[in-house]
């Protein structure tokens, strides 16, 4: 079953395509990345997914509704949770709290301030989990700041997943991180994905992770899909190895 439909989405800034008639069927249980060099439309791509920017044309159905109109935080309500590029945590809340708060975030509450009992018990209990998951407990009380970057970004995924999401969508979660930090996030987000239940998007440039994570990928070039396909069938396309000038092969 189709969880995500993206028909004809196009985006554009003045002159710009940033993405360009993007068609692509995401379903249930699958772990999909998108891949493409800088600028390509990825993190663009993203943004008109979950609703932080409007497309320009096309439409995103979501476990069977147009919510092409709905704003991100409406999607975020109907099951779409997303990691952001660049760092969104709060780093002077211990990790602890801040997947506690985003797990409240889900329910419509937003983001209320966190009294001694002021979290909501299933909240807490999701936030809790989310942080097991990630291999995160032992730093739970840590300000989320004072963790190593590997951590931050993980750290990031848990919070995302205490939103018990249909769809989770990571933005090049090893981004940033040295080779043994994205080694070790890897593994940790193999083994997240192996457990049940889960559909990913995940966006990354870094053709390793891609090929160790993902079922099946999606190459974007200039806004536009060159190609789709399982990692095998993609890594031996001649347009993507033209796009990345041999960078794979
Ligand atoms: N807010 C914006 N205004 C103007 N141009 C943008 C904006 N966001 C992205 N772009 C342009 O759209 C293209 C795709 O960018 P982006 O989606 O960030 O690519 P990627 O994430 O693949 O690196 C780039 O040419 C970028 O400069
Ligand atoms: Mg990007």
Known sequence: MALLELDDLTK?????????????????GEVRAVIGPNGAGKTSLFHLITGVVKATEGSVRF????????????????????????????PEMS???NTRLAAQAREGKRWLPLGGSGVFHGA????????????LTHVADRPAGLLSHGDQRLLEVAMALAQQPRLLLLDEPTQGLSVEETAQAVEVLASLFASAGLTVLLVEHDMEVVFRLA?????????SVIADGDPETVKADESVQNAYLGGFA
């Open 215 to 223: 079922h099946k990928i999606t190459v974007l070039h200039r806004g």
């Open 12 to 28: 554009r800034y003045g002159g710009i395509v940033a993405v360009d008639h993007v068609t692509m069927r995401i379903d249930a």
């Open 95 to 97: 990790a602890r709290d």
């Open 63 to 90: 476990a069977d509704q147009d919510v092409s109109a709905l704003p991100a935080h409406v999607r975020c309500q109907r099951g779409m949770s997303r990691t952001f590029q660049l760092t969104s945590l709060f």
């Open 124 to 135: 807490a209990q999701r936030g809790d989990a989310a942080l097991e998951r990630l291999g």
